[in-house]
C-alpha cells in the first residue's frame, strides 16, 4: 500500500466495520491493509512516497465530503471507513475506463500479460466496457508499421529495457522510484492531460542520453509494460486479428494471432 509510520502513538478506526489500530501518520489504504482489506491502486507502493494520482484508491469516509485518496488520507482516531460501496466502485471503474480508452489493447501479446498491475486492477474493479473514443495510444502498432506521429516511439537506447510511452499511465512511479531510491532526477512528467508523459530529462531525448544510470529501479516499480526488461520482451509477428475476452476483464482486446 503505502509507507509504514514509525510513530508510537496509536490511532483506532475502524475499514468497512472492521477495527484497526496503527500508528498515527498511518494512511487509510495501509490501514485497510492491516484490516485485512485490499483497496484497488495503482501509482502507490509500500516504499514509495504516496503520490494521489491514480484515483483509485478513493474510498468514502464519515463527516468526510467527497471521495478521497486512500493513500494520500493518514487515519484519524474514531474515523469511520467505507472501502466497498456502489459509489467508489461507480468511481473506479469510471476511472479504469479512461485509462483503457487511451491504452493499447494488446494484452494477450504484451510482455508483461499476467503481470501488468493495469490488467488485474481492470478485473478488480469489475470493468465490462469502454464507452469513450479510444484515444491515440489505443491502437496496437508492429514493429514494422510505418511511423504516424500520432504513435508515440519506443525508446530502446537503453541496452537493458524499453520504454513504451504508449503504455504509460502517468502514475509517476518511476519519477519517485528514480527520485527516492536512486537519488537520480533523470526523470520528469511533462505535458497534461492525454499528452502527459514521462520523459527522460527535459534535456535529453532517450534514456541513453538523460542521467539513467541503468540501476533499474523504474522498472521494477513499473506497473504495466511501459518500462520491461528486454530479456522479457518477446516479439510476435502477427498475422490476423482477433477479438477477444480474457480472463481479467471484460473489455475485449483485439490481439493478432499466427
Ligand atoms: Fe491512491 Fe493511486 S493508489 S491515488
Not at 494488446?106 to 478488480?124: I, R
Not at 542521467?211 to 522479457?232: F, M, R, Y
Amino acid at each position: 500500500g503505502t509507507p509504514a509510520s514509525h510513530s508510537d502513538i496509536a490511532v483506532t478506526l475502524t475499514v468497512d466495520g472492521i477495527p484497526v489500530s496503527v500508528p498515527a501518520g498511518t494512511s487509510v489504504m495501509r490501514a485497510a491493509a492491516i484490516a485485512g482489506i485490499t483497496v484497488p491502486k495503482l501509482c502507490a507502493t509500500d516504499h514509495l512516497t504516496a503520490f494521489g494520482s491514480c484515483r483509485l484508491c478513493v474510498v468514502q469516509i464519515d463527516g468526510m465530503r467527497g471521495t478521497p485518496a486512500s493513500c494520500t488520507t493518514p487515519v484519524a482516531e474514531g474515523m469511520v471507513v467505507r472501502t466497498q460501496t456502489d459509489e467508489v466502485a461507480r468511481i473506479r471503474r469510471g476511472v479504469m475506463e479512461l485509462y483503457i480508452s487511451d491504452h493499447p489493447l494488446d494484452c494477450l501479446t504484451c510482455a508483461a500479460n499476467g503481470d501488468c498491475e493495469l490488467q488485474d486492477m481492470a478485473g478488480a474493479v469489475g470493468l465490462r466496457e469502454v464507452r469513450y473514443e479510444p484515444g491515440k495510444n489505443h491502437f496496437q502498432r508492429r514493429e514494422n508499421d510505418e511511423p504516424n506521429p500520432e504513435w508515440r516511439a519506443k525508446d530502446h537506447s537503453n541496452p537493458y529495457f524499453t520504454f513504451d510511452p504508449a503504455k504509460c499511465i502517468v502514475c509517476s512511479r518511476c519519477v519517485r522510484a528514480c527520485e527516492e531510491v536512486q537519488g537520480t532526477f533523470a526523470l520528469t512528467i511533462d505535458g497534461r492531460g492525454f499528452d502527459s508523459r514521462v520523459s527522460a530529462g527535459m534535456a535529453s531525448d532517450s534514456f541513453l542520453s538523460s542521467d539513467c544510470v541503468s540501476c533499474g529501479a523504474c522498472v521494477q516499480v513499473c506497473p504495466t509494460a511501459t518500462l520491461i526488461e528486454n530479456k522479457v520482451i518477446e516479439v510476435g509477428t502477427p498475422e490476423r486479428i482477433v477479438k477477444t475476452t480474457c480472463a481479467y476483464c471484460g473489455v475485449g482486446c483485439s490481439f493478432d494471432a499466427h
